[in-house]
């Protein structure tokens, strides 16, 4: 669709907005429409958690729960990666 996403989101990220004890959250802004995976991998070799969930191109998030407090992660979306400790 022409002009869209809306210049006004402004250019393609993914941010990690938060982290807690067990969980992250991540958001994006200006993906392209269609699936996205999100992958939260434990430093220590604990079991990886696989998202994948459809988007139109519009901002989305995920808060992936259920991670162990304490532990290193690696969380990738979108080709982006980020190191996070819960």
Known sequence: MPGYPPRSWGRRRVELF???PTAVQVTWVGLDPGRVRVDVEPADGGPARH???ATDGAPGGIV????RPGVGHVVRVAGRAFQVRT
Do not use: I, K, P, S
Not at 64 to 67: A, D, F, R, T
């Open 64 to 67: 992936v729960e259920g991670l």
């Open 18 to 20: 938060a982290v807690e």
């Open 51 to 53: 998202h994948e969930l």
